[in-house]
């Protein structure tokens, strides 16, 4: 029998190749959601001081509901379908749910704060077809502000290092009212150890906005980022948006929450994310073309201190599609002015292929062949817009 590890390697080759086709498909057209994210359960089995996302005495949303609202996303084109609450883990059939976005072909995650994992919770998740789940780690000992600490946690992560056959991403928290900076590096460590993927995020308030970093916390985040190593999109994320963020700077970019990004809350109403709940508040069964036309250009005001990572990351691919060479100097900038954008290998093949050449002259024919076999292969060379 192959070891865990294998085999969620194995099996993440196809999803990188899916995923692939999903930027592909969201670079070609912007008329379609990118990345929903869409509440089970409101409930949470925890109580930590900062959230604003839970209460105690919700209960689930019918499970009829949640598979019509599934197949609406699907409809509407929706990309990447997240669990978040709340507790997801609450809900009696996610697993149901979870089947029923796999059936549409899209990309299933879960974001949950890691409790209720037990062995065989893992290989249901296995089974059903998971793609993806994060937990959100706070501190090393629990608090009185939170209960996600690695001490409590640190056995579920074990078991999903020895299980879990889906990505995992574990995500740190520094920012002002954390009192131990340092956990932030020590849980960062402690993913890497088992093989995760990590993340770390700015803290927020109430409103999703900014809240600059001290400067021992930025000396915490250089450290963090230097040691996890970042990909491509976490690599362009930062130098995009969050290297501001911990200096308290805004940044400068178009949302596109109602459009590319979707929060679809327990009473099935959209919303642009968990911190600006009650705008547009459409249902989604009414939501239409017009709304995520409308929602794409319209100017949200707290978009320039707004700390929510998944709506940057979203934008960012519209920032890549429109402005393709901007986006690249911007992910990508040089480390002394007048220099060269620092490009990965990777991302300038793709841009000799798919950009025409910055001095105007055409493309050669080779890389129109060979652009074209890609996007073939990527299902994308369609005259059909996608959706």
Known sequence: MLPTALVRKMRSLP??????????????SHRHP????????????????????YDKVSTPVPTADMLHRIDRLAELGTEIITFSGGEPLLHPDLDELIRRIRSHKRIATLITNGYLLTPERIRSLNRVGLEHLQISIDNVQPDEISKKSLKVLDKKLEWLAQYAEFDVSINSVIGAGVSRPGDALTITRRALELGFDTSVGVIHDHTGQLRALPETDKAVYDEIQRERKPGFWAFAYDNLFQRNLVSGRANVWQCR?????????????????????????IPLEKYSAADLEREYSTVKPCAPYCTVSCVH???????????PREALVRFFPPQAAGAAAQMPFGVKVLSFLFLPPADGRPQSGAARLMAGAVKRALGVNSARQAR
Do not use: T, W
Not at 313 to 323: G, T
């Open 15 to 28: 999803r990188r190749f899916r995923q692939a086709k999903m930027i592909a498909r969201a670079l070609k």
């Open 34 to 53: 990118i990345y929903a994210q869409i509440i089970p359960i409101r409930r949470c089995n925890l109580s930590c001081a900062y959230c604003n996302e």
């Open 257 to 281: 929450a109602g459009s590319r990004f979707l929060y679809i809350c327990e009473d099935g109403l959209v919303h642009y994310c968990s911190q600006q709940r009650g705008y547009p508040a």
């Open 313 to 323: 990351r979203v934008a960012m691919i519209d920032l890549l599609r429109e402005k």
